[in-house]
């Protein structure tokens, strides 16, 4: 075959992205004996999974043994505004204390029971402890035992290199074009199939817990490839980001702390959360500041404190306090763990021992001792729970030999995520996807690279070499995510949807005249300008299927529909491209939930 | 819409700082000056960002949480070893320009970026974790916490190799063949004390890892960010069982009988 300088290799299951998701795919699918590589644009064990901190949620019972599959399977739903594909939420639920014990076996050290079993931790929208963590760096055991163990399979793993194009040959893939930065030579991997594992989107938006990689190039990859995209429209705002100093706004405050007993006040010193509670939730809250801190050491017969509520309402609520003047001289509103001195013995290194990366994190970048001052926090953009739209039981999309797993798949987190389900959510469907992309890759083979694909891509990610005079690709992006950020964020209405488009339209209009300076090797500018066309397309997609829904749901508020609307229940938004090019969002009908299920979650409310 | 395609900064307080970032490649570089606009809380990160974004897009360095978390963004700042997301611009001095440069143990990409892939062929020849049989018939185990902290001090390890470019066996020395580093002397003593692991790294570490070479200088843990005691709780527990296994008499008689 001959492919214009491109470098080629041959593998029977190619999987993009090195996160939870992905290593635990490229695990299972080399179990079965397929030829796996794994591509990623960092360095192995730099995935955003190594930053989650709070915990995993499956219902192991350890804590309470109230709990199991049936009660995390209804706060899912809830949480998710049933807006979930249940037969995601049904595995998942089912399947997450199995990869917990994996994790284990692998050799994950959890903190522990009192009886010397895995310990598990409260968080917001589940009814029992349920997080099985690590302190507050969980993220960085499951990926460390992930990528150990993983090491020793035969993977063959290309680190610090890009997709950027799924190949296909009639209706189904054949491999992935990108190019390494050490070089950046291009390169194609042949296979079977292929797994997209590159996590969310970030980076579109201004305040952001995201980091770098975060551009939606997954999302991306299948829409151009032909895939369904669907549920764009739900963006998680999480509550606590840090807002001070400006250069760390954004970074996130994990919800652990509020997990320990942390309040949410406003400048009067007021425990805002009380004003507002949801009618969903209404008999799971406490009564008051007493109950709520039995609920936070295990009283079984207390209700959750207010703070534990979902992360879209607690955003909301936070926002409104800042709104109406009562926020923090930062523009967010206080975080106090300090105040639990009071009730534990040796607060101070209760807490540091709790919080140990928080408490580093605030003593070093923002001068906040938290033992002892409270943190300003305010929302900031944190997940996607929209995605490439996948089968629940095989994760595979809509494309033929394409499949999805982790936060870049749609489906088990609806209209807002629960903490902790991400982290359950890699290993489960981690574990599906891989499995099932091996056994496809298996049963149909590889398929021809299509050479005039590889050399339309090519040409189009070389192309800003020769605009020597364009536009800085920076700029672009960020203009961009100040768009994102003022329009299309926490609180969306018509017009600003409408001023939005007008912008991403022009903004893509510029990007297709940037230009970069220097040559091919480590040219983060080069990259830039790559990410930019995937940034510009999942922001049009959320910006498009915000227009779609005119309700307020999970992590989609509109003032101008402010309530849920009984009709939006019956539908997901799925966006796709059309024959001509543009872009099409279409209302997909829920299919009717099982009965059984349906029973589970009336069994619950 | 207002266009704020600048980083976002308080105007009130910024202030120019100079910066020498080393620029180039495996065949050579040199320090570049440029300025940066400084306002409270900024880290060198930051800094760097914004000379990128702003004066050079293709200054090439590694980021990725931006929050400690990551190990990625390691630097020599101001010929100190440190992560450049946690270091302060307030806490260094400005009245001379602040040096970047990449890691000086490895070999250099670009900029800011080395080649640290000779760590990650090191990590692939330790044995791997290897747990004793399951303690309960639904394959888990009983472990208490105070079994455990040992070994999860040395799993808060965030593979920035900070310790690895500040040993002097393999900066100096380059002993890169005969030495693993301490990183992966912690690495190796969080697998040796998992309660539940039941693999022998000892020969290994006498051999081919090299742990001889270290003379408990303590450079390493100097610079940790996580704060391990990499010497004290890693390293002089490991030399100890070495020499309990070949130097002391009866392990070794011991050792002979079960070889044979
Ligand atoms: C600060 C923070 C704290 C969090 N805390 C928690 C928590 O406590 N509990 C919880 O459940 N969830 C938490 N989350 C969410 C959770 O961590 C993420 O959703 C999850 O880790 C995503 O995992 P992933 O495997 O899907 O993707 P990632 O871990 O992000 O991995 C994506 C991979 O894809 C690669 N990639 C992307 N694009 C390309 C491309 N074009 N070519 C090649 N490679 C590519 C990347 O290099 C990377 O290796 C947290 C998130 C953040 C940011
Ligand atoms: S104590 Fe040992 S491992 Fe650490 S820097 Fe010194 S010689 Fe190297
Ligand atoms: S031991 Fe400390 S300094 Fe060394 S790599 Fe790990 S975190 Fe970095
Ligand atoms: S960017 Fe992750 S440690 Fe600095």
């Not at chain 1, 796996?36 to 995935?47: N, Q």
């Not at chain 1, 402890?129 to 055991?141: C, I, K, M, Y």
């Not at chain 1, 250069?247 to 942390?262: A, C």
């Not at chain 2, 940066?36 to 990128?52: E, F, K, N, S, Y």
Request: proline residues 4%; hydrophobic residues 40%; charged residues 25%.
């Amino acid at each position: 075959m001959s492919i214009p300088e491109a470098i080629v290799h041959e593998h029977d299951v190619i999987v993009i992205g090195a996160g939870g998701a992905g290593l635990r795919a490229a695990i299972e699918a080399s179990a079965t004996g397929a030829k796996v590589a794994v591509i990623c644009k960092s360095l192995l064990g730099k995935a955003h999974t190594v930053m989650a901190e709070g915990g995993m949620a499956a219902a192991m019972g350890h804590v309470d043994d109230r709990d199991n599959w049936e009660v995390h399977f209804a706060d899912t739903m809830r949480g998710g505004g049933y807006l979930n594909n249940w037969v995601m939420a049904e595995h998942h639920a089912k399947e997450a204390p199995d990869r917990v014990r994996e994790l284990e076996a692998w050799g994950a050290v959890f903190d522990r029971t009192k009886d010397g079993r895995i310990l598990q931790r409260h968080f917001g929208g589940h009814r029992y402890q349920r997080l099985a963590h690590v302190g507050d760096r969980t993220g960085l055991e499951m990926i460390r035992t992930l990528q150990d163990h993983g090491i020793h399979q035969g993977l063959d793993v290309y680190m610090e290199m890009t997709v950027i194009a799924l190949l296909r040959s009639g209706g189904r893939i054949a491999g992935v074009l990108g190019y390494d930065r050490e070089r950046g030579r291009l390169r194609v991997w042949r296979a079977g199939a292929v797994i997209l594992a590159t996590g969310g989107i970030g980076k579109a938006y201004r305040i952001t817990s995201n980091s770098w990689e975060y551009t939606g190039d997954g999302q991306s990859l299948a829409y151009e490839a032909g895939a369904e995209i669907m549920d764009m429209e739900f963006i998680q705002f999480h509550p606590t980001g840090m807002v001070w100093p400006p250069s760390v706004r954004g970074l996130l405050v994990t919800e652990g702390v509020r997990g320990e007993g942390g309040a949410l006040r406003n400048s009067e010193g007021r425990r805002f959360m009380w004003d507002d509670i949801p009618e969903a939730y209404k008999n799971q809250v406490a009564a008051d500041e007493e109950e709520a801190w039995r609920y936070v050491c295990g009283d079984k017969n207390a209700q959750r404190p207010p703070e534990l509520l979902t992360r879209d309402h607690v955003a909301r609520c936070i926002n409104r306090e800042v709104k109406a003047g009562r926020g923090s001289p930062h523009g967010g509103v206080f975080l106090d763990i300090a105040w639990i001195k009071s009730r534990v013995p040796n607060g101070e290194e209760y807490i540091k021992k709790k919080l140990p990366s928080m408490y580093h994190q605030f003593m070093q970048l923002a001068g906040v001792d938290i033992t002892r001052e409270a943190m300003e926090v305010g929302p900031t953009t944190h997940y996607c729970m929209g995605g490439v739209r996948v089968d629940g039981d095989t994760q595979m999309s809509s494309v033929p030999g394409l499949f999805a797993a982790g936060e870049v798949a749609a489906g088990l987190h609806g209209a807002n995520r629960l903490g902790g389900n991400s982290l359950s959510d890699l290993v489960v469907f981690g574990r599906r996807a891989g499995e099932s992309a091996a056994r496809w890759a298996k049963e149909h083979g590889a398929a021809p690279v299509d050479n005039a694909q590889v050399e339309s891509e090519t040409a189009r990610a070389l192309a800003p070499f020769d605009r020597l005079n364009g536009e800085n690709p920076y700029a672009i992006q960020s203009d961009l995510q100040n768009v994102m950020q003022r329009l299309v964020g926490m609180v969306r209405v018509q017009s600003e949807l409408e001023e939005a488009l007008g912008h991403i339209a022009s903004l893509r209009a510029r990007a297709a005249n940037c230009g970069v300076v220097g040559h091919r090797e480590y040219n983060p500018g080069w990259h830039t300008a790559i990410d930019l066309r995937n940034l510009l397309l999942v922001s049009e997609m959320i910006t498009k299927s915000a227009l779609l829904r005119p309700e307020s749901r999970g992590g989609h508020f509109r003032e101008d529909f402010p309530l849920r609307s009984e009709e939006c229940t019956g539908f997901n938004l799925v966006a796709s491209r059309a024959d001509d090019g543009s872009m099409n969002i279409q209302r997909r009908q829920r299919p009717p939930i099982r009965a059984d299920l349906q029973a589970i979650i009336e069994r619950m409310k | 819409m207002a266009s704020h395609a600048q980083p976002v900064t308080d105007s009130t307080t910024t202030r120019p700082v100079q910066f020498k970032i080393w620029r180039g490649d495996a065949s050579g570089g040199a320090f570049e000056q440029y300025t940066a606009r400084v306002t409270g809380g900024m880290v060198v990160l930051d800094c760097i960002h914004q000379v990128q974004a702003e004066q050079v897009p293709d200054l090439a360095c590694r980021w990725n949480c931006k929050a400690g978390k990551c190990g990625s963004c390691s630097a020599e700042i101001n010929g100190k070893p440190a992560l450049m997301c946690m270091t302060r611009m307030d806490t260094l001095p400005t009245d001379q320009p602040v040096t970047v440069e990449p890691l000086r143990a490895f070999p250099s990409i670009r900029d800011l970026v080395t080649d640290v892939s000779w760590n990650y062929e090191v990590k692939k020849k330790i044995t791997p974790f290897t747990p004793r049989k399951p303690d309960r018939p639904d394959g888990t185990w009983t472990m208490y916490q105070e079994d455990i902290e040992r070994t999860q001090e040395f799993r808060k390890c965030i593979e920035c190799f900070l310790c690895q470019d500040v040993c002097h066996v393999l900066r100096d020395h380059h002993k890169h063949d005969e030495f693993i580093g301490p990183r992966f002397l912690v690495n190796i003593a969080a697998l040796e004390m998992h309660p539940l692991d039941v693999a022998d790294r000892i020969a290994d570490l006498k051999d081919r890892d090299g742990i001889g070479y270290c003379n408990i200088g303590k450079c390493c843990t100097k610079v940790c960010p996580e704060s391990i005691t990499i010497t004290d709780n890693a390293i002089i527990p490991l030399k100890e069982r070495v020499v309990d296994e070949f130097y002391d008499p009866i392990t070794r008689l011991l050792r002979i009988f079960r070889s044979k």
